[in-house]
């Protein structure tokens, strides 16, 4: 694997030695000294052409604990703003030595472009391509899945075979949702899109999913053991609102997470978001920080899943991950 662009580029070997490296990764993170030296000298860069707060804090803290120098390259108030184009920026980006670059850009498409272009000799991963793909969210969201329940058809303890998981809200805009279902049916699970009839897309007849139209039915008949909700992309849409639902009262009333809805959950069932959320619209407070949401778990996940990606593309990952030696923590202390 050189670089990460898609869930659909996973195999299932694939996806269980990150989510294996991750937990690993995870393992290392409760020490007092969290930085290893396994990417030590390597450069790697954050090109995001879209605002994020939470992926691109992430993908620092994970290249920083594995000692890697990161460069942070924002759109705004760079030579984007004044119309540089992409190439531009990855040829500059490549002259500085990246190894690896973080990609978020408004344009589906844009990191395989990056990828296959010649413009950077680095590693691409894909930190969220228009509405196209968004693979480490999918692969921080399979590993608190993982962590909280296994599939019931498992057999290895290692999959998600048989795991019931709803998907949840404006899956239209969402490449958190299109990166998720093809993960997941990866692992094994059955996964089940909600959504209004104006937030689905077109061709998901062809995805492998379920779609309802009825969230409480799906509650009652399914019995998800995840409910993972989405967010209202509200600037994916053209004016508030945009028509795609009559009224934010509207859309909450039938597909919004609350307590009634919550209380109806299996006992085991867990509640997922992947931020920002629309506290209120798609999901109530009161779910949001109910015991079963792993909301805030999900983003600690998200550090030793970007840790591992890293580290088996830039490391090649034949090697356990780097522990400190003696002399190396004594330099980190
Ligand atoms: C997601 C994204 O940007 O696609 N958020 C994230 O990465 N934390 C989901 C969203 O914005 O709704």
């Not at 790697?44 to 604990?65: G, H």
């Not at 983003?299 to 030696?325: C, I």
């Not at 003696?326 to 330099?331: G, I, L």
Request: a neutral charge; charged letters at 20%.
């Amino acid at each position: 694997m050189k670089h990460l662009l898609s869930t659909a580029d996973l195999t299932l070997a694939d996806a269980i030695r990150i989510l294996d490296t991750a937990g690993s990764m995870a393992a290392t993170q409760g020490r007092e000294i969290k930085k290893l030296p396994t990417l030590r000298g390597r450069t790697v860069v954050n090109l995001f052409f879209e605002d994020s707060t939470r992926t691109r804090i992430s993908f620092e803290t994970a290249a920083k604990r594995l000692s890697a120098d990161v460069i942070n390259f924002s759109a705004k108030g760079s030579s984007v703003s004044k119309g540089e184009s992409l190439k531009d920026t990855a040829l500059t980006l490549q002259a500085m030595g990246a190894d690896a670059v973080v990609i978020r850009h408004h344009a589906s498409g844009a990191p395989h472009t990056l990828a296959t272009s010649g413009w950077t000799h680095g590693a691409v991963i894909n930190a969220g391509d228009g509405m196209h793909q968004h693979p480490t969210q999918a692969l921080l969201d399979a590993y608190t899945l993982r962590r909280h329940l296994s599939g019931p058809g498992d057999v290895t303890g290692r999959d998600l075979t048989g795991l019931r998981v709803a998907i949840v809200g404006d899956v239209l805009h969402s490449r958190v949702a299109r990166s998720n279902v093809q993960l997941l049916h990866t692992l094994g699970a059955d996964v089940t899109l909600v959504a209004p009839p104006t937030l689905v897309p077109v061709g998901v007849e062809a995805w492998p999913a379920k779609v309802s139209y009825h969230l409480d039915e799906t509650i009652a008949d399914d019995k998800p053991d995840a409910v993972m909700m989405l967010r209202v992309q509200r600037e994916r849409m053209s004016s508030a609102g945009g028509g795609f639902f009559p009224s934010p009262l509207e859309y909450t009333r039938r597909y919004g997470l609350d307590a009634r809805r919550l209380a109806a959950l299996s006992d085991h069932a867990i509640v997922l978001h992947p931020g920002p959320m629309n506290r209120g619209l798609e999901i109530s407070a009161d779910a949001a920080d109910s015991p079963r949401a792993v909301i805030v778990e999900q983003v600690a996940n998200g550090v030793a899943v970007r840790m591992a990606v890293l580290y088996l593309l830039l490391a090649g990952g034949d090697a356990a991950p780097a522990r400190p030696t003696n002399d190396e923590a004594k330099v980190n202390a």
